[in-house]
């Protein structure tokens, strides 16, 4: 983890456990082997501040502009990537998705798809594309449609119920400039800012989309962010419209304002 960031409500910066040296580690692998034998971690790290982030675009006075983020405990992220590692493990995530995956970037998907571009522009053939954004994807994400795409990706029923632990009586607080606001529960979504998110996104979106994806570069995905290819315009608007079912039936929700339809050598009449 990174040094430098933004403590959560425990007030442990990472640094310390940096500076601890063995004996952080010693200490932390017996805690996270007492929280897996019990399934039961602290009450402290189900605790977090959310802080309102400006996406610097749109009207600033507008809450739909701003990104919530959630200051949590580093400790709580220590053990979050200790349960990734053994998650990533077991589950395989499809080739289409780009994001948080090993040895991938977003450069590899930009570069894919313009080697796809380019093919069809020096063949002089029509590309038609689809960029899907997905509205508040973390926050919408049903807790119960997560553990049903945990178990159904493999994920062994102990591994399920820690993972239900860390997001059992969440409770956060809102900080602001004036202040911050009473403590309230967080019982839908993804938590912002976790270091396990990422790829219990990635899992999420790997199951509901499996029924209609196609072969990389026809479709891309980096996290919430997708790409739909076609070679006729009437084909990219049924996939996109199987995509929008397959997604929205399960709690998810296209963002009809942020999508983008782009045609490469489109002729006239088309």
């Known amino acids: 983890m990174k040094s430098g960031r933004a403590v959560g409500p425990d007030d442990i910066p990472v640094e310390v456990w940096k500076c601890l040296g063995e004996a952080a580690v010693e200490f932390l692998t017996s805690l996270f082997n007492r929280v897996l034998e019990s399934e039961r971690m602290p009450e402290e790290w189900r605790r977090s501040v959310l802080v309102p982030m400006f996406k610097n675009k749109g009207d600033v006075q507008s809450c739909s502009n701003y990104r919530g983020i959630k200051l949590m405990s580093h400790t709580m992220k220590l053990w979050e990537r200790v349960v990734e590692a053994r998650l990533r493990k077991v589950v395989e995530i499809c080739e289409q998705q780009y994001g948080f995956m090993p040895r991938k970037s977003t450069t590899d998907a930009i570069f894919a798809l313009r080697i796809l571009m380019e093919k069809y522009r020096d063949g002089q053939r029509e590309l038609h594309c689809v960029f899907v954004d997905l509205e508040k994807a973390y926050n919408r994400v049903p807790r119960e449609e997560l553990w049903y795409c ?16 860390m997001y059992e009586r969440s409770r956060t607080v809102v900080r602001c400039a004036v202040g911050q606001t009473e403590e309230f529960k967080v019982e839908v979504g ?81």
Request: some cysteine; glycine content about 4%; proline content about 2%.
């Open 150 to 165: 945990m178990r159904k990706s493999g994920v062994a029923e102990k591994y399920v119920r820690v993972v239900q632990d």
């Open 190 to 270: 993804l938590h912002q800012g976790s270091a396990l998110s990422p790829f219990l996104f990635a899992m999420v979106m790997d199951q509901l989309s499996e029924e209609v994806r196609q072969e990389s570069p026809w479709t891309m995905m980096f996290a919430d962010d997708i790409v739909i290819c076609s070679e006729s315009r009437e084909q990219v608007e049924e996939n996109l419209e199987r995509w929008r079912f397959a997604l929205e039936r399960r709690g998810m929700k296209v963002s009809r304002s942020k999508t983008e339809y782009m045609c490469v050598n489109e002729r006239e009449g088309s």
